[in-house]
C-alpha cells in the first residue's frame, strides 16, 4: 500500500492523521496466517480517517437494507428512490438470528427473514462478501465524494491520451461485475473510454455466461462508440496471467488494470492520465476507498504509500517526510509498489516486462511489478484525486489459505531481483535458504529481462526508494533455540506479556529466534521495518531471576541488558550482568552460568 528517513511512523496504538501509516509484519507461525490476515486488516481499518457520511443518503439506503424482503428487484437500473420504496414493508415479528458467529450478521441483518438469512449466509461463504445485498442495491447507486475538496479545484489537459479498462474476475457475484462496468461507463467521458476488456479467468458460474452475455449486449447497444472485448480462460490462470491476458487484447493508449469488484468514483481517470501524459515512464494508482463485506457502504481512505514486508505482503505507509512538507493532500505521492490495481502507457508496461506470468494464483506481482518499475528505469505514484470503492472480501473463495501461493510468488521474486538480499525472503518464511523443496518454475526468462533492461541492483532500491526495509544484513542466526542439557527451547510465553518461557521445542513462531551481530536477540519474531521495534531477550538485573523480553528501545532506555555473547553449542551470557540464561527444572532463568549449552537451528553468518 513510501521513501523516506526519519519519518515518524504511527504506532498500534496512536493515530497521526497527516501522516497515516500502516505496518505488519509476519511474526507469527505460517500456520496462524489468516490470524494475521485479520489483524493486519483491523490496524489498517485503526489508521484510516472514517469518512463523516452524508446521514440522510445512508439513512435511505438503510431503510433500503432492513426491512424483510420480500421479492427480488428487477435487475436493471431504477432510481434508488423507487428502490427504497419497493422495500419498505410492513414491520414483521422480530426474526431470530440464525447465524449468531456469523461475522455477516454482526452489524448488518437485524430482523431480516429466516429465509433471507439463510440464502445471505449461504452467498456470503461463496464470495467472500454481502451478495444478498449487492443483489437488491441499484447498480448506478451514488457514491459519497471522499476526494480532497482541493481535488475539486482542478482542471485536467483535454487532449489526454485514451482508455482501456481491463476488468479482471474469478466467479465474482453478477450484481458486482453489472456494477463495476455502469460505473466504469458513467463516470468515465466517452472521449476518454475507448474500450473494456473483461477477462474470466474460467470461473464455474453460470450467470456469468448466459445473463452476462445479455448484460454485456445491452451496454453494448447503449454505448456503440464503447468496445468491449471478452476473454475467456479454459482454466485458471491466477491474476497475473488474467492481468496480462487483459493487456494484450487492449488497443487504447493507456491500460487501467482492475478488480472487478470495484466502482469508480466520478472524475477517476482524469487525475490517472493527466500524470501518464506527462511522464509516459511513470505507473499511477488511484487511492482505494472501501467497501464493506457486510454493509456495502463505503469508507473512506486516506491516502498512502503502497509497501510490503519481507514476506511480501502488501500493507500501507505514509508518504514521505518530503511529501508532507507541501501540506497538500491532493498531489501524487511517490510508492515502492502498488497493490495490484494500476494504471500504465500501454506500450511502456510492455517495455518492461508486463507482468511475471509465472506467478500462480495471487501474491507477489504487484511487489515484483513495484521492483522492477522503479529498477529499470520508471517510478510509480498514488494519486489521490483518483478514487475507486473496493469491495475488501471477508475471504477469498477462490482460495482460502493464501499462503502457499503467496510464499512461492515471493521465492521467485527473491531469486529474480533480491540478489544479496534474496534470503530474507527465506527469513520472512522461515524456510531454510538452501532447499526449500518449493518449485518457483522457471525464472530464466525473467532474468534476461532484467539483464537485457539494464536494471539498478536491490541495493540501490533499499537505499533510494525503500529505505524504510530494513534489510537484515547483520544476522547471523535465526530459528528455534534449544538448550541442549534441557532439551526444551525458549519461547515467548504468553502475550501480551513480559516473561519468556522454557518450552518443549516445536519450532513455530512464538520460538523463533533472531540473533544479530551486536548481540541482541529477539524471540517470537523479527520486524520487517526499521521504524518498528523488535522484542529484546534482556536480563533486567537488579537480582532478578526471570528473563524478560521487552521492546529494544524501551529496554536500553530502562538500563537492561540486551546484548549477549553467544557461541553454537555453548552458554549463552549477557554482556551487560555477565549472567547466563539457563533452565532449571523446566523453568527459565537468569543465573551466574553453569556451562549449559544453547543450539540455534540455522546458521547465517560463522560468529
Same mark, same amino acid.
Given at each position: ?97 440464525l ?22 449466509q ?78 474470466d ?52 493508449? /493507456?491500460?487501467?488494470?482492475?478488480? %472487478? =469488484? #470495484? +466502482? ?6 482524469? @487525475?490517472? *492520465? ?11 494508482s ?20 503502497h ?17 508532507h ?18 494504471v ?12 511475471d ?25 498514488? /494519486?489521490?484525486?483518483?478514487?475507486? %470503492? =473496493? #469491495? +475488501?472480501?471477508?475471504?477469498k473463495?477462490?482460495? @482460502?489459505? *493464501? ?5 512461492r ?65 547483520n ?45 541482541e ?87
Amino acid at each position: 500500500m513510501f521513501l523516506r528517513g526519519g519519518y515518524k511512523h504511527v504506532t498500534d496504538k496512536e493515530l497521526d492523521t497527516p501522516r497515516m501509516s500502516r505496518t505488519f509484519d509476519l511474526e507469527a507461525s505460517i500456520s496462524n496466517i489468516h490470524n494475521e490476515l485479520r489483524a493486519f486488516e483491523q490496524k489498517q481499518d485503526a489508521m484510516q480517517k472514517m469518512l463523516e457520511e452524508d446521514r440522510g443518503r445512508w439513512r435511505e439506503a438503510a431503510e433500503a437494507e432492513q426491512p424483510p424482503v420480500k421479492k427480488h428487484l428487477e435487475k436493471k437500473e431504477q432510481p434508488e428512490a423507487k428502490i427504497q420504496d419497493q422495500q419498505k414493508a410492513p414491520k414483521e415479528k422480530k426474526s431470530k438470528k440464525l447465524f449468531p458467529m456469523s461475522v455477516l450478521f454482526n452489524k448488518w441483518g437485524e430482523n431480516l427473514p429466516e429465509d433471507d438469512q439463510r440464502k445471505a449466509q449461504g452467498l456470503f461463504e461463496s464470495y467472500g462478501y454481502n451478495v444478498f445485498l449487492s443483489d437488491r442495491l441499484p447498480l448506478d447507486r451514488v457514491l459519497p465524494d471522499t476526494r480532497d475538496p482541493r481535488c475539486l479545484k482542478k482542471s485536467y489537459p483535454k487532449d489526454l491520451p485514451n482508455l482501456g479498462v481491463v476488468l479482471i474476475y474469478l466467479n465474482e457475484a453478477l450484481s458486482i461485475i453489472k456494477r463495476a462496468l455502469r460505473s466504469i461507463i458513467d463516470r468515465t467521458p466517452k472521449s476518454l473510454l475507448k474500450e473494456i476488456i473483461m477477462v474470466d479467468d474460467n470461473s464455474s458460474n453460470e450467470d456469468l455466461k448466459g445473463d452476462l452475455d445479455v448484460y454485456v449486449k445491452s451496454l453494448e447497444q447503449q454505448n456503440p462508440g464503447l468496445r468491449i472485448t471478452r476473454v475467456r480462460h479454459k482454466k485458471q490462470r491466477g491474476l497475473a496471467y488474467a492481468r496480462a491476458s487483459g493487456w494484450r487484447a487492449a488497443t487504447a493508449d /493507456v491500460v487501467a488494470i482492475l478488480d %472487478a =469488484h #470495484i +466502482e469508480v468514483h466520478e472524475m477517476w481517470a482524469e @487525475p490517472l *492520465l493527466t500524470q501518464i501524459k506527462a511522464d509516459r515512464k511513470v505507473v499511477v494508482s488511484p487511492v482505494f476507498d472501501r467497501v464493506n463485506f457486510d454493509d456495502l457502504k463505503v469508507v473512506q481512505y486516506i491516502p498512502a504509500a503502497h509497501a510490503f514486508d519481507w514476506a511480501l505482503w502488501c500493507m500501507y505507509e505514509g508518504f514521505s517526510p518530503e511529501y508532507h512538507k507541501l501540506n497538500d493532500s491532493s498531489l501524487p505521492g511517490k510508492s515502492p509498489s502498488v497493490m495490484g490495481i494500476l494504471v500504465a502507457e500501454r506500450k511502456f508496461l510492455g517495455e518492461i516486462g508486463l507482468l511475471d506470468e509465472g506467478m500462480k494464483v495471487y501474491g507477489g506481482e504487484n511487489v515484483e511489478l513495484g521492483i522492477r518499475v522503479w529498477t529499470c528505469g520508471g517510478s510509480i505514484e498514488v /494519486v489521490p484525486c483518483s478514487k475507486i %470503492a =473496493h #469491495i +475488501e472480501r471477508y475471504h477469498k473463495p477462490y482460495m @482460502p489459505d *493464501l499462503s502457499p501461493a503467496m510464499k512461492r510468488n515471493a521465492l521467485r521474486v527473491a531469486e529474480v531481483w533480491m540478489d544479496e538480499y534474496k534470503h530474507n525472503i527465506n527469513l520472512a518464511w522461515s524456510l531454510p535458504f538452501e532447499n526449500h523443496g518449493i518449485d518457483i518454475g522457471d525464472i530464466s526468462e525473467r532474468k534476461k529481462l532484467r539483464e537485457r533492461l539494464n536494471c539498478k541492483p536491490f541495493k540501490w532500491y533499499l537505499e533510494n526508494v525503500y529505505p524504510e526495509l530494513d534489510p537484515w544484513d547483520n544476522l547471523l542466526a535465526y530459528g528455534g533455540l534449544k538448550n541442549l542439557d534441557a532439551n526444551m527451547c525458549i519461547d515467548q510465553g504468553p502475550v501480551p506479556g513480559h516473561t519468556p518461557i522454557a518450552y518443549i521445542c516445536y519450532y513455530y513462531g512464538p520460538q523463533f529466534t533472531y540473533y544479530r551481530e551486536n548481540g541482541e536477540l529477539y524471540i517470537g519474531g523479527i520486524k520487517s521495518h526499521k521504524y518498528n521495534d523488535n522484542r529484546c531477550l534482556t536480563d533486567v538485573g537488579k537480582k532478578e531471576t526471570e528473563p524478560g523480553l521487552y521492546n529494544c528501545k524501551e529496554a536500553m532506555q530502562k538500563g537492561m541488558g540486551i546484548h549477549w555473547d553467544f557461541t553454537q553449542g555453548k552458554e549463552l551470557k549477557n554482556r551487560q550482568t555477565k549472567r547466563c540464561l539457563e533452565i532449571e527444572k523446566g523453568q527459565l532463568l537468569i543465573q551466574e552460568c553453569s556451562g549449559q549449552t544453547w543450539e540455534i537451528q540455522n546458521i547465517i553468518k560463522a560468529f
